[in-house]
């Protein structure tokens, strides 16, 4: 088995990368997540791979982190949860997000995710509730203010907004209390300051 890549990137596009690592191109298929993490064309990369091997196929799955590829990992032993849908829903949130709505219960949430339907989304927070719990700290379980905020500042860039002025508003909209209220609330507030 493959449990990493260290390369060139010869190309690289949303969903895939191709690594060429000492004179072999390797297809990768990645996340938006990990896109966004890793150089453009003729920079050296280390992806975590995950070696999918089926009866008709093999592919390669690359990660910018061990974190992201573990949670890939526990995705796809849920019942109906390929590796393809694996990918779809890392792509579609950070793996934060995903394991604070797993933890918290949160189906609808990972239901948004294109090709993860209601059921889909019930059965992964079922099934994976108990083995994430063990290892989320403590400030992202629960409803506390963090996930209230990491929510926040996920709809923000749900809504176009860049990261770091998502960061910002939803601190600015805080103020000096640090009061969240809820993900709504903030959000209104934070909207306000952008």
Do not use: W
């Amino acid at each position: 088995m493959i449990a990493y890549l260290k390369g060139t990137i010869f190309t690289r596009q949303l969903g895939s990368v191709i690594l060429d690592v000492g004179g072999i191109g390797y297809q990768v298929r990645i996340s938006n997540h990990t896109f966004e993490r890793i150089p453009a064309s003729g920079a050296s990369c280390t992806l975590h791979i995950h070696h999918h091997i089926s009866d008709s196929d093999q592919q390669l799955f690359g990660f910018a982190s061990t974190e992201e590829r573990n949670l890939f990992e526990m995705l796809i032993t849920v019942k109906s949860i390929g590796p393809r849908l694996a990918l779809a829903l890392l792509s579609a949130m950070p793996p934060r997000q995903i394991v604070s709505a797993i933890v918290n219960q949160n189906a609808g949430l990972i239901a948004r995710s294109p090709g993860i339907g209601k059921k889909s989304a019930e059965r992964i927070v079922l099934e994976l509730r108990d083995k994430l719990g063990d290892i989320v700290a403590p400030e992202e379980v629960g409803s506390g203010s963090g996930t209230v905020q990491n929510e926040t500042i996920s709809a923000l860039e749900a809504l176009g907004y860049q990261r770091a002025q998502a960061q910002q508003a939803v601190r600015t909209a805080l103020g000096p209390d640090g009061d969240a209220g809820n993900v709504s609330e903030l959000l209104k507030k934070a909207l306000k300051h952008l």
